[in-house]
């Protein structure tokens, strides 16, 4: 069933180069062949892409999934209150199950809004996982770790994370991919991070983590350190290639040199830093370094949906009005954010319509008033297209949504179990 060959007949096709007409031929889990000569004999399925736009699947490079289960609970807060006085109490009565609900639903809803691959640090990871494996996505997954200072739950964190290692990190065809997820500089201490790193370098790991989302952890990190964020994470040795930090909002001009000379690759998430009103990140600053700026949407609890049509849109926007200037963060350039740079960070041989990549692949239907006239095909995916314009969606050379309809997942059962785990949760 999976795995056979997919034509995709006469196309427009937008990647990270540009605009351009083929058909795309796809065998077992990569892109065979992209050309005006392909004939629709030469594949076991065919799909008429007749009046489509076919894009590489959409790269979300940080969220937590299982808080879809969270959204709406505690909107119009600041992240500390949000954190310390809801978020974690909620969290507290977290288990497997709810957290296998909440990641089923947030598989559904990145399919139908075109995301393919997702990097995402949460908790009772082992079963996110089964989510994804059932969903047919593509992660990089991490426990997400926080001591608070405490030994004993140092000790506990890392073992959790070498469980996950061992349990998940190369599951379902190697779709998916475990990752150390130290939650942040302010709620690990420094011999958490410490051995974070030394484990990662040991076992050649990635390294997922919320680095200066707010002015607040600056200065706590500063006070206690006499460092900032970045120049602390560089000491302990966390920065590096391998190494996604989130947000990336309160950066001083010499931490953006330390990041670009690690290579860090950085996650923007303009809609959770607006809706908690953490701040504004420097993008168009990182982006001119050669920093690797991808796009996040953050968990559903602080954004609150997973649509990264939306979350281009708001980048693009959010640069523009914080500079003053229209010709900041341009469509062409938000786009490879969200598709090729998505793909470097996550180490991920995808992010481009071409032979030899991975097959991850999503079809807009072009075909509907507010994309009308077609003319523009970066800025209508930019501006003007939302999640609800994906009609098919291709990972790993398997159809997993087909003209609007889910070839996988029970979509009513899993909206019913979401609801049920929520309810249970919050209610
Ligand atoms: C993995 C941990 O990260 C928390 N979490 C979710 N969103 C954010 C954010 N914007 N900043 C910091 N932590 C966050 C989750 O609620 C969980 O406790
Ligand atoms: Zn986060």
New binding site residues.
């Given amino acids: 069933m999976d795995n056979e060959s997919i034509l995709i007949t006469g196309p427009e096709i937008l990647d990270a180069g540009g605009i351009r007409r083929g058909s795309v031929l796809i065998e077992d889990n990569r892109i065979a062949d992209v050309s005006n000569t392909l004939s629709p004999g030469d594949a076991d399925t065919v799909i008429d892409g007749t009046g489509k736009l076919l894009i590489p699947g959409l790269v979300n490079t940080h969220t ?1 999934l299982s ?1 879809t289960l969270f959204r709406g609970i505690a909107d119009d807060l600041p ?1 500390d209150r949000w ?1 310390n006085d809801h ?2 109490p909620a ?1 507290a009565r977290l288990n497997g199950d709810y957290c296998y609900a909440g990641a089923l639903l947030g598989c559904i809803e990145m399919i139908r809004s075109g995301t393919t691959s997702f990097n995402d ?3 009772y990871m082992d079963h996110v996982a089964r989510a994804v494996e059932e969903a047919g996505l593509r992660c990089v997954i991490s426990h ?1 770790m ?1 001591d608070l200072g405490d030994t004993e739950k140092m000790t506990a964190e890392l073992r959790e994370s070498r469980r996950i290692i061992k349990e998940c990190h190369g599951m379902a065809d190697d779709r998916i991919r475990v990752a150390l ?1 130290p ?2 500089p302010y709620t690990c201490s420094e011999e958490l991070l410490k051995e974070t790193a030394a484990l990662a370098d040991k076992n050649d790991l990635m390294i997922h983590i ?1 680095v200066s ?1 707010t002015e607040n952890e600056v200065s706590e990190v500063s006070r206690s350190h006499g460092m900032t964020p970045v120049e602390y994470l560089d000491e302990v040795g966390v920065l590096g290639p391998r190494t996604v930090a ?2 990336c909002v309160w950066l001083k001009d010499w931490e953006i040199d330390i990041l670009a000379e690690r290579d860090v690759k950085v996650s923007h ?1 303009p809609s ?1 830093n607006m809706k ?1 009103a ?1 701040g504004v990140s420097p993008v168009a600053r990182l982006l001119q370094r050669g920093v690797n700026v991808s796009l996040g949407t ?2 559903a ?2 954004n609150n949906n997973l649509d990264m049509f939306q979350e281009m849109k708001t980048a693009s926007l959010l640069q523009k009005v914080n500079l003053e200037d229209p010709t900041a963060l341009p469509a062409m350039d938000v786009f490879s954010m969200a598709t090729l740079n998505g793909a470097r960070a996550l180490g991920i041989d995808a992010g481009l319509i071409a032979p030899g990549k991975l097959a991850d692949i999503v079809i807009l239907n072009t075909r509907r008033p507010h994309l009308t006239p077609w003319r523009n095909p970066p800025s209508h995916t930019v501006y003007s297209a939302s999640g609800a314009d994906v009609d098919t969606v291709i990972c790993d050379g398997r159809i997993l949504l087909r003209d609007g309809e889910l070839e996988v997942l029970e979509e009513k059962y899993v909206m019913e179990l979401a609801e049920a785990a929520a309810a249970e949760l919050t209610g």
Avoid: K, P, Q, R
């Fill in positions: 937590h808080m992240l954190l978020i974690w969290e640090m949460y908790f997400g926080i997820g939650h942040s919320h989302e989130a947000h998430n959770s908690l953490s953050d968990g609890a602080s």
